[in-house]
């Protein structure tokens, strides 16, 4: 959980490395569409993630594959505190969950079941890192979220969660998430993998829980990109970002960021920052307010006020 320190401490290792860039004038460009700069790109074009998407198993490392590693960091802007996330290195993975808030009308702790995924993933992922000193192998993102969530119903954890968990391996990236938990991959600024909403109905998403109840690990998607590059960049989230920023305004952040050098953290807490600025505004244009037009037939005013959960990953 982010503090006002930590934050202001970015943003000022960012001014002293920066000293020539306006941290509201990089906002504001990420922000307007029309406003154009040297760093703008153009839009992701609907299905490159459709392409990408597929059932399959994380394939190994290749003879003689470039060794990758994922240099991560995380901000997390609280509301309710019902995300988790976690990361490791070591072992190439990263992820992570959202608690869901309809049990809080319950009495019950809403972020108990995603904060119990994440820490049995994280105690999962430390076990494949010690083996890998011995004997290289990967992780499996499928089979990382169905022991978290065995372990988990087998504790009678309250609650439900959605998740996403992805790993490297060699130069192969794969995933396995259920909800509308996401990701997306970058290259050049450009998103080039994008994972797809799992939703029953609009703001109704795929969920794990351990009565069983709103979806199935059998329901969760699961692929791979065979080959990531050095400088691409992964961004992990809850729906608290990407139900207020667009596709075409995370890329823009991503490729400006990149530019001006900023950190795994620097990325992240901008990120997140713009995202949670744009939940206060009452006359933002967001994709939550679009899905419920679509859904619902009515305007909804402003952004979506949420837990906030970052997780940006460079590809080094």
Not at 47 to 69: F, I, K, N, V, Y
Not at 85 to 90: K, P, T, V
Not at 141 to 160: F, N, V
Not at 232 to 249: E, P, R, S
Request: with cysteine; net charge negative; hydrophobic share 40%.
């Amino acid at each position: 959980m982010e503090t006002l320190q930590q934050i202001q401490e970015t943003l000022a290792e960012i001014n002293e490395r920066t000293p020539h860039v306006s941290i509201s004038r990089f906002v504001a460009s990420v922000l307007v569409e029309w406003l154009q700069t040297e760093y703008a790109t153009s839009e992701r074009k609907s299905g490159d993630a459709a392409g990408h998407e597929r059932d399959a198993e994380p394939s190994g490392a290749r003879p003689g594959a470039p060794t990758l590693q994922m240099d991560w960091a995380a901000c997390v802007v609280p509301l309710h505190g019902e995300d988790a996330h976690f990361g490791h290195a070591e072992a190439g993975v990263v992820g992570v969950a959202d608690g869901v808030g309809g049990y809080r009308d319950r009495g019950v702790d809403a972020g108990a079941f995603a904060r119990a995924l994440m820490a049995n993933a994280l105690a999962s992922a430390e076990r494949v890192a010690k083996a890998s000193r011995k004997v290289r192998c990967g992780l499996c993102p499928k089979k990382e979220l169905e022991r978290a969530h065995k372990k988990a119903a087998a504790d009678e954890t309250p609650g439900a969660s959605t998740a996403v968990i992805l790993s490297l391996h060699g130069t192969a990236l794969a995933w396995a998430y259920i909800g509308d938990s996401a990701f997306a991959v970058l290259r050049g600024g450009k998103i080039i993998c994008r994972s797809e909403q799992q939703q029953r109905r609009f703001n109704q998403p795929y969920q794990l829980s351990s009565e069983g109840s709103g979806g199935s690990l059998d329901e969760a998607k699961v692929g791979s990109m065979p080959t990531v590059m050095h400088g691409d960049v992964v961004v992990v989230a809850t729906d608290g970002l990407f139900d207020n920023m667009h596709d075409w305004q995370l890329e823009r952040a991503v490729r400006m960021g990149t530019c001006l050098g900023f950190s795994p953290k620097n990325m992240a807490d901008i990120v997140a920052g713009i995202a949670y600025g744009i939940s206060k505004d009452n006359l933002a244009r967001t994709p939550f307010g679009i899905g419920y037009l679509e859904g619902h037939g009515e305007v909804w005013h402003g952004g979506k006020k949420d837990d906030i959960t970052v997780i940006v990953a460079y590809i080094v």
